[in-house]
């Protein structure tokens, strides 16, 4: 059809074969448009019942065959999309619960955190505050 630029369709569809040619010899880019009236004519308005020719194509066994799945289908997709609806609505509670639970958290992680030890008390030693009292006491023993 795109082929054929003297077909009454041709006009339907845009570019024509000549600015598609200029299009490409520019390096410019370009898609196709077609007009709904042709689209329409070649297979049907949207939603509308199939022609004829198709219908008398489709045994009728055949046809509720197709309605009774096409049916069935459609309410497994309705009992799907209420299934992802209670695992979301699932999900979004245990989110909250698990802020809350943070939140718990870090209250009780401030009541338990001790103060940090002081530099002048993690750098003295162990041992008598006055050494030379200590030295007379031992002296005042032994010569006792």
Avoid at 39 to 67: F, M, V
Avoid at 96 to 116: D, H, P
């Amino acid at each position: 059809m795109l082929e054929k630029e003297k077909s009454v369709e041709r006009t339907f569809i845009h570019p024509l074969p000549k600015d598609a040619a200029k299009l490409k010899k520019e390096h410019k880019p370009f898609s196709y448009t077609i007009a709904r009236e042709l689209l329409e004519k070649h297979y049907g308005a949207a939603g509308a019942q199939p022609s004829p020719a198709i219908q008398k194509g489709i045994p009728d066994e055949y046809r509720t065959l197709l309605e009774r799945i096409n049916m069935s289908l459609t309410d497994q997709l309705k009992v799907k999309d209420e299934q992802i609806r209670v695992l979301a609505q699932a999900i979004d509670d245990l989110s909250e619960r698990q802020r809350e639970t943070n939140i718990l958290m870090k209250g009780l992680q401030e009541r338990l955190l001790l103060a940090a030890p002081q530099p002048d008390i993690v750098e003295a030693t162990p041992g008598p505050s006055n050494p030379k009292k200590s030295k007379k006491r031992w002296w005042r023993l032994w010569h006792s």
